[in-house]
């Protein structure tokens, strides 16, 4: 099993994703690593640790991709970038699968263009991890279709329900349609026409509302990208807020310091939940390879779970299953 | 000045809009209410208090519209009902605005049929506010206009300015278009139409993103009533399920009772910007008339508050604004 970790990636590159693979690398003794980024600097960051040479390697991508350029553009003009070297290789089968915390648009235009897609795939898609009151479940699309027509939406279902199942471990997933009411005829027709094909679905359970998405009333959360997006990020940003608040009120309230600590730790369980360290990456589903996707500012904690998902999403066959589910 | 209260409406009438009427009543020596709703329930309600009965008038509305009835279908069948006679009666010139904590859509048939629009209004808007860490803000399109054209964005984003403005007492607010980037080439067509329409409105921010919600980036978060929706009641779900996680970490922590004392205390006052009764009701902008609805769930303190609004927007003339800003 040979993972390829971008290097070059994310907001502390090479450290973490350096830290992260060597990590996973020890964990799990059948794994190798590729390190695609800027060789000196890999290889300088390698030099910090211990490790097995023979399962860490680096392959050397001398162009970096910032988080902030143009995802088109950064992919057609950086050919020597560990993003396109790396899903490059990925194609060629000298490696199983491809992570990255770095430009998650690039990392998608690569892999669609240079993985292609599963057969029978219409569109791949960006499954999202999202905290819930039972533990992660997905959200897709996450951002990579802003506007879906409903075969695709099927389509996205079901590759939700396979990742849903192998991945996650959860046992018949349930698929809700993100709408404005749980009655069958609410929403645009677009959504009418989404319900309508899902309505004869395995464990579709209809549509679900905004608020039934803490609480994990479904598995699969389907919506069109520019929904789930805005979601995903809206959901994101719930813990420092939630920390802000309790933080006025806690000032307001003139607690002691080690009232404040407890409180502190409280919290800090409270909302390990929406710790996406734990999960580490998203993939993309319906691409023809396995390619997944990691915030910017992951933890080396983040990115050894990302390869251990990248791992368990090859030694599962989830593409295979995919391509069988649809054809 | 005359408000008009539903007292039929929501999940706790009589009772609920009874007393917050009472209330507003008892702190506005100018207002009277007039209470729609099925006669004897209401008088026998009305008999439990004291009041001012030259400025506490009972209206006979004798049908119910349920909270989950079809909106368009009980407007139509139930011309008895509370909230269509009471819009009747708002356009008919006896009283000044219209409150209801019943079923929303049916408020909204009956505003948009009963009152019509403002002179120059493309389409009427639910105007949500929404809990930031800098306090109440706007969400416009809350769900009445699921999909929406340039234009009536536009005119979206002045009607929430103006009611920002001369109800939240916010000095210039800005407006915000929710999407998936900052950048202005992000989102779908309909989506960098509507940026280009807005570019050179005043105090437009630009696009937001979903994390850029609850800090509160902008004042007025524009975004069709599908996306609305789904955040709103998104939202609204956030305080329920903070409470459920720190009560789990509370558990598993296995803390003395007076150490969760103290945290209930903290979690109360800082979940105290999101309780929804210091705001009280959402307006509807644009129909010919001032009709606010609030939650199903509303307390005497939230119809309070709601009625408040109403006189508020009587009082600063809000529909003459938007009439002078969009003509």
Do not use: W
């Not at 973490?16 to 996973?24: K, T, W, Y």
């Not at 070297?85 to 690569?110: E, Q």
């Amino acid at each position: 099993m040979i993972v390829a970790v971008d290097a070059a990636g994310g907001d502390y590159y090479p450290k973490n994703p350096v830290e992260g693979a060597l990590q996973a690398v020890e964990e799990n003794s059948e794994l190798t690593v590729l390190l695609f980024g800027p060789e000196d600097q890999v290889n300088k960051e390698l030099a910090n640790h211990d490790y097995d040479t023979q399962r860490v390697l680096v392959h050397d991508a001398p162009q970096v991709i910032g988080m902030e350029e143009s995802p088109a553009q950064a992919v057609k003009t950086k050919q020597q970038s560990s993003i396109v070297v790396g899903v490059g290789l990925h194609k060629a089968g000298k490696c199983d699968a491809f992570v990255s915390a770095g430009n998650t648009g690039a990392l998608l235009a690569a892999s669609m263009f240079g993985l292609g897609k599963l057969k029978g795939v219409l569109r791949p898609t960006i499954a999202s991890y999202f905290p819930t009151i039972k533990g992660f479940r997905l959200l897709v699309d996450a951002g990579a279709n802003l506007e879906i027509k409903p075969e695709a939406a099927v389509q996205f279902a079901k590759m939700g329900q396979i990742y849903c199942q192998q991945i996650l471990k959860i046992d018949n997933p349930k698929v809700g349609l993100l709408n404005v009411g749980e009655e069958e005829g609410k929403g645009t027709d677009l959504l009418k026409e989404i319900h309508a094909e899902l309505k004869n679905h395995d464990n579709f359970v209809g549509n679900v509302e905004g608020k039934d998405i803490l609480p994990g009333k479904a598995d699969v959360f389907l919506c069109d990208g520019l929904v789930g997006n805005i979601v995903l990020k809206f959901g994101e940003s719930i813990p420092e807020i939630v920390q802000q608040m309790i933080g006025g009120a806690v000032k307001e309230m003139g607690l002691s310091k080690e009232e404040v600590g407890q409180i502190q730790k409280v919290l800090h369980t409270a909302l390990s939940s929406f710790n996406y360290e734990n999960v580490g990456g998203i993939p993309f589903l319906g691409v023809n390879g396995v390619s997944i996707v990691g915030h910017g500012g992951s933890s080396p904690l983040a990115i050894k779970n990302m390869i251990k998902s990248a791992v368990q999403t090859v030694e599962n066959d989830v593409n295979g299953k995919i391509v069988a589910s649809l054809n």
